[in-house]
């Protein structure tokens, strides 16, 4: 696999943006580590390109600035198994502002015993924000875990929140 990574700065925060051929792959969490796409793809042959991904980086930068509710750029979403490809699908059909629970999302893809297995999946979910695993919460209400950390988790639940209201 050939990843092409760009680093974007947004309201004060560095992101860093990974894309194949065929898109998007990968997005870091709010000033991660220039490596943390290794997680995700421990083969992949890369390239530092500031010019590339130019359309996620400003849809991104549209998002967090509360310009945006859907993203649009080209997703490469290959490198997951079957189950967490599902996941990562029906995390997107949870609309802009609301939430749901793990036990939810299991039963949106015919799984309702598959809780610990989805909420797994929800953790390696690559394309943080973009597949937006950060409107999942523990069904006690709670936030759960997230890969970005909790403050960023509620910084984006807050942002969807007030987009709503608007």
Excluded at 83 to 106: D, N
Aim: hydrophobic fraction near 35%.
């Amino acid at each position: 696999m050939h990843l092409t990574l760009t680093q974007t700065t947004i309201n004060q925060q560095t992101y860093w943006l990974g894309a194949t051929p065929d898109g998007l792959a990968f997005v870091g969490r709010a000033n991660g580590p220039r490596d943390e796409w290794q997680t995700f793809f421990k083969s992949a042959n890369i390239q530092y390109d500031q010019q590339a991904n130019q359309q996620a980086s400003q849809e991104l930068h549209d998002y967090l600035t509360g310009h945006r509710r859907h993203f649009e750029v080209p997703l490469d979403q290959t490198t997951g198994t079957p189950l967490q490809q599902q996941v990562w699908q029906a995390l997107t059909r949870i609309p802009y502002g609301q939430t749901a629970t793990y036990s939810q999302l299991a039963t949106m893809i015919s799984r309702p015993t598959a809780v610990r297995a989805v909420a797994s999946a929800v953790g390696k979910n690559p394309l943080l924000i973009i597949i937006p695993c950060h409107r999942i919460c523990r069904k006690d209400g709670q936030l759960g875990g997230y890969r970005g950390g909790l403050p960023m988790k509620r910084a984006l639940l807050a942002l969807e929140n007030a987009g709503v209201t608007k």
